[in-house]
């Protein structure tokens, strides 16, 4: 009897869990689109309901309505059940994933190792789109997604490492508990800096969305996908962009801590303010190139999420204070981010400096007219 | 490796002959969103890596030059129009300084100086175009709509003086239509500061960008000499260094009238092409403002008014600096009223004619980047 009621109790739970991440991703859409447009002198909708409110139910019905074409050369089961691992890892992560202190379907004591477990399987439903669909642009975006995600999960795992390190913990209420004083945000920036660059290239947004590259792989994995099958992989990319928010929020800002309003309020502002973040990300950079990226991950994020185990480590080790760890990740940012700077702005000071001397000379030879 | 200058004529399976089936046959196009058009590359892929590439070009052929034989000399003005629909006003310029030229016409003072107005502000737009689209290609969304806005500035202009926004159909054998619009001068006067922000707020967002620069940054370099035996114009070409535009070296119409800079890159990449690109837009604003305060008053229709024309028999080859480089015009007349033959020279598809030596030993995404930084026109690549 009590096994059944708690049966029951979690099919509720999931059941909640699945309509407010609905609710999330629709009010997401909403938001990226009305971000999106500021930025690019547009209004973004304006039609559907008052500001554009209802553009989102407008997209569901359309994409659900929409016929599902599937390819007469797909590999049938494989095409059919990729947007269902996709999804599922998708939703999964979130079950245990508090949105305040009681605000979760059940904590877990190993809850971070759980969500860096599952957050992992997404990928193969990726691959497996890409391949199962027989499209070539869908291979190379699959084997994209592959080399792409694979890479980028070892800097999260590590920064996610050294944040347990700190916390003793592997429980995301524990580490949440633990930020009660000062966000970790204040003791490892490095760390936040490197989780949130590789959730970025994790969940394929702007500056990393190599793999569904629309100039290059015309929505790479997702090529050969319409309507609900399609809708379901949209739906897996922004519930992942949120759980990389909410990780964010969770791991280095102090989850749900904050003074006067409700702690779901907190959390869901603190993790907002990362999503939009993440918009204005995509509505200004260009796009890497894979070589690029894969450089980007192996020689800059994982050295620098190593070190961040490292200095989290020590600080354990020798109990030290804390601002000795915020001095520790503060160089190794400033270290970072300046060789960083360098590489980047190497060419353009270049380019800079050859335009001026092409400048003099023509001023020196006197300008024609 | 495949040697790029092999003429592959065969694909069966998407495996060459004497190659090991490591390559991948990639059909890029017609249907691409970042082919400009309806242009389809058929890429051989090694991974990421392009190994080999051939261009398919005439899906949008409908046979201009020879639709020009059928029309009299005046009508021929709106397929020149539609060749290059992103340069309209170049276009029309090119033409009618041919039938000019073999004629002897002499053309009104007012109407060069709108000439030269409408076709620098007609570069601006274009070239405005190709920076949103570079963004694009590139990967950033956003620039496209802040050098659109600069386009549609532009192109309200043109709407208001010809009465049409892309086939303006607004030169004519020596002169113009009709006069601009009384408010010219305040309209130009309104536009310029606009457009002058439209142009450095597009350059200001994606030039210097650092993800920008090392995306196109030594990506498909080409020396001068090998653009020059390659047939490269405009951009293309004084991105190598090569100073060279037909405004400067054999200046037409009224160019040599004006102050202005020839801007020339240095290493030949998809940088430097758009570096230049971009400072011609600042040269191009110059050349407006200077023809802004010279503009005289006058006439500015023919002499001729609106007779048909028969040319007496001879042939004539004009050159003009179109946005994508040096477009030619060839033409016949056999003493009617139709041209008896019209060759073009446009410049896209001989700047297109490099795509493979550009693309071969790039990486997949920068295939998208060198097709962008040729800035092709299909209309005219396919005439």
Not at chain 2, 353 to 361: I, T
Request: with cysteine; net charge negative.
């Amino acid at each position: 009897m009590n096994f059944l009621v708690d049966l029951a109790w979690s099919a509720l739970g999931l059941a909640v869990m699945f309509a407010v991440l609905s609710v999330i991703v629709l009010s997401m859409t909403w938001l990226e689109r009305k971000a999106l447009g500021r930025l690019q002198l547009r209004y973004g909708p304006t039609r559907t309901g008052l500001f554009g409110l209802m553009q989102p139910i407008a997209d569901a019905v359309k994409l659900i309505i929409k016929e599902d074409i599937i390819p007469e050369d797909s590999e049938k089961a494989i095409f059919w059940i990729a947007p269902v691992i996709v999804v599922v890892s998708a939703f999964v992560i979130w079950v245990t994933i508090p949105g305040g202190d009681s605000v979760v379907i059940r904590n877990l004591p190993l809850g971070l190792f759980y969500i860096i477990a599952f957050a992992v399987i997404g990928i193969l439903g990726l691959v497996l789109a890409g391949w199962g669909s027989a499209n070539k642009y869908g291979i190379m975006g699959g084997l994209r997604s592959a080399a792409q995600l694979i890479s980028y999960e070892i800097p999260v795992v590590l920064v996610a490492a050294a944040v347990a390190i700190l916390a003793q913990s592997l429980d995301m209420r524990e580490i949440v508990a633990q930020q009660s004083s000062y966000p970790y945000l204040l003791v490892l920036p490095l760390g936040f800096a490197v989780f949130f660059v590789a959730g970025l290239a994790e969940v394929g947004r702007t500056p990393f969305d190599i793999y569904h590259a629309e100039s290059e792989v015309v929505g790479g994995p997702f090529v050969e996908y319409s309507g609900a099958h399609w809708s379901v992989f949209f739906l897996a990319e922004y519930i992942n962009t949120f759980a990389i928010a909410a990780l964010t929020t969770l791991l280095f800002l102090g989850g749900w801590g904050g003074p006067a309003l409700p702690d779901v309020v907190w959390f869901l502002f603190k993790t907002y303010a990362v999503v939009l973040v993440v918009f204005w990300v995509r509505g200004t950079f260009p796009r890497l190139r894979i070589d690029q990226l894969m450089a980007f991950a192996w020689k800059v994020m994982v050295p620098l999420s190593f070190y961040t185990v490292i200095i989290a480590a020590v600080y354990r080790f020798y109990g030290l204070p804390w601002w000795s760890l915020t001095i520790m990740s503060v160089a190794g940012l400033a270290v970072a981010g300046w060789i960083i700077y360098q590489r980047m702005t190497g060419p353009a000071r270049r380019v800079a400096e050859v335009q001026r001397q092409l400048a003099a000379r023509r001023a020196a030879t006197g300008a024609r007219t | 490796m495949a040697d790029p200058t092999a003429i592959t004529t065969q694909m069966p399976d998407g495996v060459r002959e004497g190659t090991q089936p490591v390559e991948m046959l990639l059909n890029m196009g017609p249907q691409h969103p970042s082919t400009h058009g309806v242009f389809r590359m058929v890429l051989w892929v090694d991974g990421e890596k392009v190994v080999d590439v051939e261009p398919h070009i005439g899906y949008l052929h409908r046979g201009s030059e020879k639709l020009c034989e059928g029309e009299q000399y005046h009508q021929v003005v709106t397929l020149f129009d539609r060749m290059d629909y992103i340069g309209n006003f170049n276009n029309e310029l090119a033409y009618c300084m041919a039938v000019e030229k073999l004629m002897g016409l002499e053309v009104p003072e007012r109407a060069e100086y709108i000439r030269v107005i409408l076709c620098e502000l007609n570069r601006i737009a274009s070239h405005l175009l190709y920076v949103g689209t570079m963004g694009l290609d590139a990967g950033a969304m956003t620039p496209v709509m802040f050098s659109f806005r600069g386009r549609e500035r532009v192109q309200a202009l043109f709407e208001a003086v010809s009465g049409a926004r892309l086939m303006h159909n607004y030169f004519r054998i020596g002169g113009l239509k009709e006069d601009v619009p009384d408010n010219f001068r305040q309209l130009v006067g309104e536009l310029m500061p606009l457009l002058r922000e439209d142009v450095e707020q597009s350059d200001r967002i994606l030039t210097f960008n650092e993800i920008f620069l090392s995306r196109l940054k030594d990506v498909s370099p080409i020396g001068a000499d090998e653009a020059i035996a390659l047939g490269l114009t405009g951009p293309m070409l004084r991105a190598c260094g090569y100073e060279y535009d037909v405004r400067r070296a054999q200046p037409y119409s009224i160019y040599d009238r004006f102050d202005f800079e020839v801007p020339v890159g240095l290493d030949g990449d998809c940088w430097d092409r758009h570096w230049v690109r971009v400072q011609e837009m600042y040269q191009s604003l110059r050349i407006v403002e200077q023809a802004m305060e010279q503009l005289p008053e006058g006439s500015v229709t023919s002499s001729l008014g609106r007779r048909l024309i028969r040319p007496a028999a001879g042939e004539v080859y004009i050159r003009a600096e179109n946005p994508r480089g040096e477009i030619g015009v060839y033409l016949v007349s056999d003493g009617t009223d139709r041209p008896y033959r019209v060759k073009v020279r446009p410049p896209s598809f001989c700047n297109l004619s490099a795509l493979r030596r550009l693309l071969v030993d790039t990486w997949l995404a920068d295939s998208v980047v060198v097709l962008g930084s040729l800035d092709i026109v299909l209309g005219e690549v396919d005439r």
